[in-house]
């Protein structure tokens, strides 16, 4: 049974490229979450996204990041024209359902480290 | 917008010795969560805590729910070398974001 599968695990992109994470939630989840963690500090959330819907993105940058959940396939945060702060751990976590109690079903993978040179 | 303040940032113990940190919040909180995150990796999740006032264990972890429901603190007793790593407190209110304390990170000397 395999957890939150995100890749890749380390990105590595010039100013001005474009980013895509990917993230493929634990089978039998249908909810996922982005969150960005910058050096030495918390998780921030991003966004949320049930199967080929955004329901909340609150989280996200007003420019340059988008995200998606199709319906086949895994959810992608994308990034463009990345600037260096854009440099940090993107973690995406999966759960089953809304509200998902108790939260053991809010999983997180393993994340990308992005660095913008 | 909601924030936690976690505290300490760092603690350098000895193994053996007793870990407290705590969370504090001017908000609300529904759910309380405790999570451990190890480098490289993601957060683990160690303790969830549910109704004010809930003081819950797992192994030599220990969580409590502050009474306002704007706090919890997580205690780890007599520490071994594996306890290393960064704990974050995670604060839920309605919907399923969480908010993040920004980490304590713990060193423990063998």
């Known amino acids: 049974n395999a957890g939150v599968m995100q890749n890749p695990r380390h990105l590595v992109r010039r100013r001005g490229q474009e980013a895509r994470l990917r993230c493929s939630p634990m089978?039998?989840?249908?909810?996922v979450y982005w969150y960005r963690q910058l050096p030495e500090e918390g998780l921030k959330f991003m966004v949320y996204?049930?199967?080929?819907?955004?329901?909340?993105e609150s989280g996200m940058p007003k420019e340059r990041f988008s995200a998606e959940f199709p319906k086949e396939g895994p959810s992608i945060l994308r990034i463009q024209q990345v600037v260096r702060g854009d440099s940090a751990a993107y973690f995406c976590?999966?759960?089953?359902?809304?509200?998902?109690?108790?939260?053991?079903?809010?999983?997180f993978g393993s994340g990308t480290r992005l660095t913008v040179v | 917008g909601q924030q936690l303040n976690q505290s300490p940032q760092s603690m350098f113990i000895q193994e053996g010795e007793d870990v407290s940190m705590n969370c504090t919040s001017s908000?609300?909180?529904?759910?309380w969560l405790w999570y451990k995150q190890e480098p490289g990796e993601g957060p683990v999740l160690l303790i969830a805590?549910?109704?004010?006032?809930e003081l819950t264990s797992n192994g030599r972890l220990t969580a409590q729910f502050g009474i306002t429901r704007k706090d919890s603190f997580l205690n780890i007793s007599a520490s071994i070398p594996s306890d290393v790593g960064i704990y974050f407190c995670?604060?839920?209110?309605?919907?399923?974001?969480?908010?993040f304390g920004e980490g304590t990170q713990l060193t423990v000397n063998p």
């Open positions: 908000s609300i909180f529904n759910t």
């Open positions: 805590l549910y109704k004010a006032g």
């Open positions: 996204l049930q199967k080929e819907n955004i329901i909340d």
């Open positions: 976590a999966s759960s089953p359902l809304v509200d998902s109690s108790p939260p053991d079903g809010y999983t």
């Open positions: 995670a604060g839920q209110t309605s919907g399923s974001r969480l908010t």
């Open positions: 089978k039998g989840h249908s909810h």
